[in-house]
């Protein structure tokens, strides 16, 4: 396979863009002074071309990340470019160190089990990812819904979860869905729905995964959190339920749990219910992936896990 071509950008003289791996999008490049260029830090430019994205929406990301960098390390902003027909908003940041969360996990994971030094990092790894989790979950908003522009208004949204599962039934039949397991899946969202009544909502990242989160390999520490395109105001249990999707190691998912706690308060005592909210919040998240016409890793596993809620009528299930 040929390496993918650099790109260049009038609007960043002097830098080659070549695409980052860990997504899919092929939205995010990072951009590397050209050869014989003096000075000049690499950046990670994020590029908003695709139609479902606002005119100001690299506005909107820049005002997001300057609200959220009081709580959680995420890049400074070191430009920001509207589209102008030709060429598509941009989002210019600095590069944060660290290794994608993803693959330290899954790093961990592949690790001999030897004299617990194994079980303590994942604890460690997943306590980090938990504290930003839990740390947005204690960031009240005043209403649910969507930021809007770059001053950050809520544009109201009511998404009831039934009425989700009916939305997409269509799409999932076409993915091969019988009509009985969509019926089956209903079922688990209207028990779910109620369950997720009456939270206060809180600021979402609503993709927080390792793959969104930068760790220092040695101390495990969270050095940065990524790619807030989806953030909004919603469920406290929404970016917990991302977190634990997968991702069912016992001491990592512990270790989850142990930071959220940490960082909600008395809120997250009853580790339990913390689980049981976060799956049925993920609902809404797994729907909506299981019936994309595409396919990619991340949508093949959650294909499977939502069948194995269907079939069971439990949101904990697993496939």
Same mark, same amino acid.
């Given at each position: 396979?040929?390496?993918?071509?650099?790109?260049?950008?009038?609007?960043?003289?002097?830098?080659?863009?070549?695409?980052?791996?860990?997504?899919?999008?092929?939205?995010?490049?990072?951009?590397?002074?050209?050869?014989?260029?003096?000075?000049?830090?690499?950046?990670?430019?994020?590029?908003?071309?695709?139609?479902?994205?606002?005119?100001?929406?690299?506005?909107?990301?820049?005002?997001?990340? !300057?609200?959220?960098? +009081?709580? =959680?390390?995420?890049? /400074?902003? @070191? #430009?920001?470019? &509207?589209?102008?027909?030709?060429? %598509?908003?941009?989002?210019?940041?600095?590069?944060?160190?660290?290794?994608?969360?993803?693959?330290?996990?899954?790093?961990?994971?592949?690790?001999?089990?030897?004299?617990?030094?194994?079980?303590?990092?994942?604890?460690?790894?997943?306590?980090?990812?938990?504290?930003?989790?839990?740390?947005?979950?204690?960031?009240?908003?005043?209403?649910?819904?969507?930021?809007?522009?770059?001053?950050?208004?809520?544009?109201?949204?009511?998404?009831?979860?039934?009425?989700?599962?009916?939305?997409?039934?269509?799409?999932?039949?076409?993915?091969?869905?019988? !009509?009985?397991?969509? +019926?089956? =899946?209903?079922?688990? /969202?209207? @028990? #779910?729905?109620? &369950?997720?009544?009456?939270?206060? %909502?809180?600021?979402?990242?609503?993709?927080?995964?390792?793959?969104?989160?930068?760790?220092?390999?040695?101390?495990?520490?969270?050095?940065?959190?990524?790619?807030?395109?989806?953030?909004?105001?919603?469920?406290?249990?929404?970016?917990?339920?991302?977190?634990?999707?997968?991702?069912?190691?016992?001491?990592?998912?512990?270790?989850?749990?142990?930071?959220?706690?940490?960082?909600?308060?008395?809120?997250?005592?009853?580790?339990?219910?913390?689980?049981?909210?976060?799956?049925?919040?993920?609902?809404?998240?797994?729907?909506?992936?299981?019936?994309?016409?595409?396919?990619?890793?991340?949508?093949?596993? /959650?294909?499977?896990?939502?069948?194995?809620?269907?079939?069971?009528?439990?949101?904990?299930?697993?496939?």
């Amino acid at each position: 396979m040929q390496p993918p071509t650099p790109r260049v950008d009038p609007r960043l003289p002097g830098y080659l863009l070549e695409p980052l791996t860990g997504g899919w999008s092929g939205e995010t490049f990072l951009a590397s002074p050209s050869p014989g260029a003096r000075g000049g830090e690499r950046l990670v430019v994020r590029f908003f071309a695709d139609a479902r994205h606002a005119p100001d929406a690299a506005r909107t990301q820049a005002a997001l990340l !300057d609200r959220v960098r +009081a709580v =959680l390390p995420v890049p /400074a902003v @070191r #430009a920001v470019h &509207d589209g102008d027909g030709e060429l %598509p908003g941009a989002l210019v940041t600095e590069l944060l160190p660290g290794e994608r969360g993803d693959l330290v996990l899954a790093r961990l994971v592949a690790e001999a089990r030897e004299d617990g030094r194994r079980d303590t990092a994942l604890g460690a790894l997943g306590a980090g990812l938990g504290h930003v989790a839990g740390t947005l979950a204690a960031t009240p908003m005043r209403r649910t819904g969507l930021f809007a522009g770059p001053d950050l208004r809520i544009e109201p949204f009511d998404l009831r979860l039934p009425d989700w599962v009916d939305d997409h039934a269509p799409r999932l039949i076409a993915g091969g869905w019988s !009509d009985g397991e969509v +019926a089956a =899946l209903r079922k688990v /969202a209207e @028990r #779910a729905a109620v &369950d997720l009544e009456a939270a206060a %909502p809180c600021l979402v990242h609503s993709d927080l995964n390792p793959k969104n989160v930068l760790v220092d390999p040695a101390t495990l520490q969270v050095t940065g959190v990524l790619d807030w395109e989806f953030a909004h105001a919603g469920h406290p249990a929404t970016d917990l339920g991302n977190l634990l999707r997968f991702d069912r190691e016992q001491t990592y998912t512990e270790g989850v749990l142990d930071g959220w706690s940490a960082a909600v308060g008395a809120g997250g005592s009853d580790r339990r219910r913390a689980v049981h909210l976060a799956r049925s919040a993920d609902l809404v998240a797994l729907v909506e992936l299981a019936a994309r016409a595409e396919t990619n890793p991340v949508v093949r596993q /959650a294909r499977a896990h939502l069948r194995a809620i269907a079939r069971t009528g439990d949101v904990r299930a697993a496939p």
